[in-house]
């Protein structure tokens, strides 16, 4: 009866043995849909455990096999007990905020996504061939322009589905009905309203430029004179802007994009506009203090220049943008 008590004993400390902690820490991935087996598995090959028999067995015998939750974890191993409560809710899963900046392509997203672990090249197919997930409003063929430009919290499970949701969702937080009422007033679709706001998003230097910026584009259109804006030339080319190069022919490049070539606006937005650009297209300034339309802009000196005129254009240009810098 010694024997017998003695044998179950020692089986006993041997099994709190193999279930006890290691010292050890690691990050470990456990998978959606993993079983108990699996998890166990995962946990002994990070030296998290001893037994991942023995742990398997526990998380079966207890019920939390079913509870198990996925993602990314950094565990220390204080034993099998503490390991279970922290995978079946005692411990959130490691998560990553990115920010992605306004005027920025679905590509440069993609970039951010890769860097911090995540699945950033299945984003990039997923907004170029959305599928079902391309909402009635998006009339190009890719999700470009539609990826709201904000700060997110992914975990770091995160499927490129998830998170071009999550960006979707944001978007449709500024469809507001109020919104909605200042589109229809303005003969603007969703989608003709994010192209020109990514446009007025690339052009300006500032949040002030834009609604001079929309209101000259605006104004443009209604007379049918070409947008003539460079980052839609930098867009077909898949450039930046100051890569471009009058010498080079990159303004005669034939696609739809160039708005030098053709008329109207681009089929699509040619970056992801923030909140600001976005406004700034439902309420515009077009005119001058006289009433009289913006045509004409241009960049110099750190600061935008005006123009209801081609002359007085011409004329701003040689006066500010050329001419030669003082002694």
């Known amino acids: ?20 902690p290691t010292g050890r820490e690691a990050v470990v991935r456990i998978p959606r849909g993993a079983t108990g087996a699996e998890v166990a598995r ?20 207890s019920g939390r096999a079913k509870r198990l939750v996925p993602g990314v974890y950094r565990l220390k191993g204080e034993g099998a007990f503490r390991l279970a409560r922290a995978l079946t809710g005692g411990v959130k899963p490691l998560s990553v905020t990115l920010t992605f900046p306004e005027g920025e392509r679905a590509v440069d997203y993609a970039r951010r996504l890769s860097q ?5 090249e299945g984003f990039l197919r997923l907004v170029e061939r959305p599928g079902a997930l391309k909402p009635p409003y998006v009339e190009g063929r890719t999700l470009e322009g539609y990826l709201f430009p904000a700060t997110y919290t992914f975990d770091l499970l995160a499927t490129p589905e998830e998170v071009v949701r999550a960006m979707l969702r944001r978007f449709e937080a500024e469809l507001t009905p109020p919104v909605q009422r200042l589109l229809e007033e303005r003969g603007l679709s969703v989608h003709a309203w994010v192209t020109l706001a990514s446009i007025v998003e690339k052009e300006a230097g500032s949040a002030e ?4 910026i929309a209101g000259v584009f605006l104004n443009r259109l209604e007379r049918g004179m070409p947008l003539q804006a460079d980052p839609t030339v930098a867009y077909a080319l898949g450039k930046r802007l100051p890569e471009l190069s009058r010498e080079a022919g990159d303004f005669q490049v034939d696609s739809p994009y160039n708005t030098y070539r053709y008329g109207g606006l681009p089929p699509g937005p040619i970056a992801n506009p923030g909140r600001k650009a976005l406004l700034a297209v439902l309420n515009p300034v077009r005119q001058d203090e006289r009433g009289r339309p913006y045509l004409y802009f241009f960049h110099a000196q ?3 220049y005006l123009n209801v005129d081609f002359a007085g254009h011409l004329r701003d240009l040689a006066r500010y943008r050329y001419a030669s810098p003082s002694p």
Not at 116 to 120: E, P
Not at 209 to 212: H, I, L, S
């Open 209 to 212: 430029e834009m609604p001079y």
């Open 116 to 120: 911090a672990g995540l699945d950033g």
């Open 42 to 61: 995962i946990l002994e090959e990070a030296g998290l455990l001893r037994s991942g028999h023995a742990f398997s067995a526990y998380l079966r015998f």
């Open 302 to 304: 750190g600061r935008l």
């Open 1 to 20: 009866m010694v024997a017998l008590f003695l044998t179950f004993l020692l089986l006993l400390l041997y099994a709190l043995w193999l279930l006890g």
